[in-house]
């Protein structure tokens, strides 16, 4: 059975930090592209960042020098590191597990960005 179960949401202040952590099992980790997404109500699922199997990364213009992602692959885990959040970050963060021929996704945490 395939899980990605997201962690580290939370409620920050703007201009705060959160660290999210993906721990996924049931796949071959390695093999895997791994992203992050994110939902805001009323609005579209959109990528936020996401690393190949080879660690080549890649970042939404609206992330990039705030977000980073890293992959851990003995551990199974890929982790988004967000610095310089803004209101605007408010959002579900959902990890997704690209296999190529289908994509898992875990259930999400809540990103709250609010003084």
């Known amino acids: 059975q395939v899980q990605l179960v997201e962690s580290g949401g939370g409620l920050v202040q703007p201009g705060g930090s959160l660290r999210l952590s993906c721990a996924v099992s049931g796949i071959v980790f390695n093999i895997a592209t791994m992203g992050w997404y994110r939902q805001a109500p009323g609005k579209q699922r959109e990528l936020v960042a996401d690393?190949?199997?080879?660690?080549?990364?890649g970042y939404a213009e609206f992330v990039k020098g705030r977000f980073t992602i890293s992959r851990d692959n003995a551990k199974s885990t890929v982790v988004l590191q967000m610095n310089s959040l803004e209101p605007e970050d408010t959002a579900v963060y959902l990890c997704?597990?690209?296999?190529?021929?289908?994509?898992?996704w875990g259930q999400g945490t809540q990103v709250t960005v609010s003084s």
């Open positions: 690393i190949t199997r080879g660690g080549t990364t």
């Open positions: 997704k597990a690209g296999l190529g021929y289908r994509d898992f």
